[in-house]
């Protein structure tokens, strides 16, 4: 355990209250997001009680497949801000997860288990694989190695007796709920997971599944003519009815896994117009009102205040994929900034409540904090505002210039041109202490300096 010192001016200015945000100035922006990572951490409290059953994942009601998504937000702002203060604790997170196999099939979380769950942890295993992200643990394999055996895990349930294929939503039979149901998000996952592991490894066969899952999504209905993504068919009535009910993530997950291959591709003309095309789609989820332009908004629940606990922060999923979006496809950076800037101005008026004026809420567009605080709330501000900084960060390393990283004497992974290269050397990055959060950080602004506990 180490003590840190830490002069409380020093640590008061590190704490700007979102609604100041300056889009066109990267140190406010920076400020805002590391605010608003430290609100999105002070849900968790794992690193401090070390036990299996609190280990990576956050308190209920939020269910283990939040946390996997958690973590990648994290990882967004480690890369986007060069801030590898909590570096260690997601590590420590993502390998508590791994299971026996390495493929994260979590026994003590099979109860909630689903392939949509297991590819959320996917999502921030590849982020941390394509980053040189740091795995300083001998006993656990790589993370492109995780990453495989995932996909190993999931390719086999890929299910061809009922509706010509797909997965369905859950994975045991134990638990009757989704296990007829197949759904976007469960094969999405496994589209945008195989796209890609596709450009990661060069290895054709992820290639193959990728446009496989692409095509019989297509065919199913889950992808409309005009690039809409809708929830899923029942292979109880052969999926012959697609339920309509559509959500932003699901559209982020399918946006990524396209405009990954039209990367790997060389610019491949297909899969520069789905993407193009699922750009398009992500309109309904924005401009809720003629006065809220360009703001987003969970348009299947938020305006008739329905939003469930993980439907709070699937906007945030669909900013982190937006984001992503541009640096593999340079031409969506113009739409992507129209809708996302506006958005992030939005989303650091929205995080203005509680005692110090940083927490955040649910609807963007009312022009300040709504009272429906959460984690789902401040993960989806952090995704959105941390983004604004992504033209300055590395692009995801693909195959042969993704190491296997200690973590030692490692520079930060960003980059000042706001043109990065597409194919990017490959990097190390540094790795930090942990650090243990906890509520009462705000009130030690009071004393001339802090104390900040955390494991060494």
Same mark, same amino acid.
């Given at each position: 355990m180490y003590m840190k010192s830490v002069h409380a001016a020093a640590l008061a200015a590190a704490f700007t209250p979102p609604k100041n945000i300056n889009i066109n100035d990267?140190?406010?922006?920076?400020?805002?997001?590391?605010t608003l990572a430290y609100g999105t951490m002070?849900?968790?409290?794992?690193?401090v009680t070390n036990t299996p059953e609190t280990l990576a994942v956050f308190p209920p009601p939020h269910y283990w497949w939040q946390a996997g998504a958690a973590w990648g937000a994290m990882l967004d702002y480690?890369?986007?801000?060069? =801030?590898?203060?909590? =570096?260690e604790v997601i590590t420590q997170a993502l390998v508590s997860q791994v299971g026996p196999k390495f493929d994260f099939m979590m026994p003590l979380h099979y109860g909630s288990e689903g392939n949509d769950d297991q590819a959320f942890w996917s999502f921030s295993i590849l982020d941390a694989a394509e980053r040189n992200f740091p795995q300083p643990d001998d006993s656990i394999?790589?993370?492109?190695?995780?990453?495989?055996?995932?996909?190993?895990?999931?390719?086999?349930?890929?299910?061809?007796?009922?509706?010509?294929?797909? /997965?369905?939503?859950?994975? +045991?039979?134990?638990?009757?709920?989704?296990?007829?149901y197949k759904n976007s998000v469960s094969n999405g996952g496994f589209f945008q997971m195989s796209a890609r592991l596709a450009r990661a490894t060069g290895n054709a066969t992820y290639l193959d599944?990728?446009?496989?899952?692409? =095509?019989?999504?297509?065919?199913?209905? +889950?992808?409309?003519?005009?690039?809409?993504?809708?929830?899923?068919?029942?292979?109880?009535?052969?999926?012959?009815?697609?339920?309509?009910?559509?959500?932003?993530?699901? %559209?982020?997950?399918?946006?990524y896994g396209a405009v990954i291959l039209y990367n790997h591709t060389n610019g491949d003309k297909t899969w520069g117009d789905r993407t193009s095309g699922l750009l398009k789609g992500v309109d309904s989820y924005f401009s809720p009102y003629p006065n809220a332009t360009n703001i987003m908004f969970e348009h299947a629940c938020e305006p008739y205040e329905v939003c469930n606990v993980d439907m709070k922060s699937f906007k945030g999923y669909l900013a982190r994929f937006m984001w992503a979006t541009t640096r593999m496809m340079p031409s969506t950076l113009p739409r992507v900034q129209t809708l996302l800037n506006a958005s992030a101005i939005a989303a650091a008026q929205a995080c203005s409540g509680g005692q110090n004026g940083t927490v955040c809420g649910q609807k963007w567009y009312v022009g300040g904090f709504d009272g429906v605080s959460g984690?789902?709330? %401040?993960? *989806?501000?952090?995704?959105?505002?941390?983004?604004?900084?992504?033209?300055?960060?590395?692009p995801p390393f693909k195959v042969g210039e993704i190491k296997h990283v200690k973590g030692v004497d490692?520079?930060?992974?960003? *980059?000042?041109?706001? *043109?990065?290269?597409?194919?990017? *050397?490959?990097?190390? !990055?540094?790795?930090?202490?942990?650090?243990? +959060?906890?509520?009462? !950080?705000?009130?030690?602004?009071? /004393?001339?300096?802090?104390?900040?506990?955390?494991?060494?």
């Open positions: 990267p140190a406010s922006i920076r400020s805002v997001a590391s002070s849900w968790y409290s794992g690193n480690s890369h986007y801000t060069g =801030d590898s203060s909590y =570096d394999p790589p993370w492109l190695d995780i990453a495989e055996n995932i996909w190993n895990s999931m390719v086999v349930r890929w299910n061809e007796s009922s509706c010509g294929g797909g /997965l369905a939503w859950q994975i +045991f039979e134990s638990n009757p709920n989704g296990m007829h599944w990728a446009q496989k899952v692409w =095509d019989w999504s297509e065919k199913i209905g +889950f992808v409309d003519e005009n690039f809409n993504v809708y929830d899923g068919v029942d292979s109880n009535d052969g999926c012959s009815t697609v339920n309509k009910l559509s959500f932003s993530y699901a %559209q982020g997950i399918y946006l984690l789902g709330q %401040q993960m *989806t501000a952090l995704e959105t505002v941390q983004g604004l900084l992504a033209q300055e960060a590395l490692n520079p930060p992974a960003t *980059t000042n041109s706001a *043109t990065a290269s597409p194919t990017p *050397t490959a990097t190390k !990055r540094s790795n930090s202490a942990g650090v243990i +959060f906890v509520e009462w !950080r705000w009130a030690m602004l009071a /004393l001339g300096s802090v104390l900040i506990l955390g494991f060494a």
